[in-house]
């Protein structure tokens, strides 16, 4: 029993470190000059027979985390959650979905983060469903009592992700819930991850989108 606690405790520093300081290790030759603070530009990020795909923002990834890492990843709402991790399906469904303050022109929001790494393929995915209602709430939450307003952001983080993490069922739900639910609410969605792979999926995503919510997309290099 000891073996196994120590076993998921130590899964649970490595996840950690990576998720925060390990993350830019390496990483700085990369970096541009943008704001952190997330000011869009209101540019584009490319076309597909005349169509306008993705909202461009003067920052990239790299900027994202650490701007993620600089306003406190490991929040209260986080912080009760990882303390009660057990087991390695439970540590596997915290790093699947969490919640993450972003600053975004010079006020404090709520973030769901969702690493497509960490996703497990079911038969049913009311239980996803669930846990997606849980965190946007709990990000808007955050927004309102830093920022005065309702408002949420998406970090659909593919990277990293195989044929066995990647469900065109879990993106339509994760996507229509945003769309229905929480349009007025959702600030922007940043996509990440390989852009070739985002791009071919992108014809099958956008049936489930309408345009208000086409226009937040920001797909990030």
């Known amino acids: 029993m000891m073996n196994k606690m120590q076993e998921i405790e130590n899964m649970k520093n490595g996840e950690t470190n990576g998720e925060t300081n390990g993350e830019t ?5 990369g970096e541009t000059n943008g704001e952190t603070n997330g000011e869009t530009n209101g540019e584009t990020n490319g076309e597909t027979n005349g169509e306008k795909i993705f909202k461009k923002v003067n920052f990239t990834a790299l900027n994202l985390k650490k701007n ?24 596997r469904l915290y790093n699947l979905m969490n919640i993450k303050k972003f600053k975004y022109n010079n006020s404090i929001y709520g973030l769901v983060h969702i690493q497509l790494k960490y996703f ?10 669930k846990k997606i209602d849980e965190k946007t709430k709990t990000a808007i939450n955050i927004s309102k009592t830093n920022s005065n307003q309702e408002k949420v952001f998406l970090f659909l983080d593919l990277s990293g992700i195989t044929q066995k993490n990647f469900s065109r069922k879990f993106i339509k739900i994760v996507l229509k ?3 229905i639910d929480y349009d007025d609410k959702l600030e922007l969605c940043f996509l990440y991850g390989n852009i070739a792979f985002i791009k071919l999926v992108w014809p099958f995503v956008k049936l489930f989108l309408d345009k208000e919510t086409k226009e937040k997309i920001v797909l990030l290099n």
């Open 120 to 129: 497990v393929k079911m038969s049913n995915y009311d239980f996803y469903i």
């Open 68 to 91: 993620l890492i600089e306003n406190n990843n490991l929040i209260n709402e986080n912080y009760e959650e990882f303390n009660k991790i057990k087991t390695k399906e439970e540590l």
């Open 177 to 179: 819930k945003l769309n």
């Open 25 to 29: 290790n390496g990483e700085t030759n």
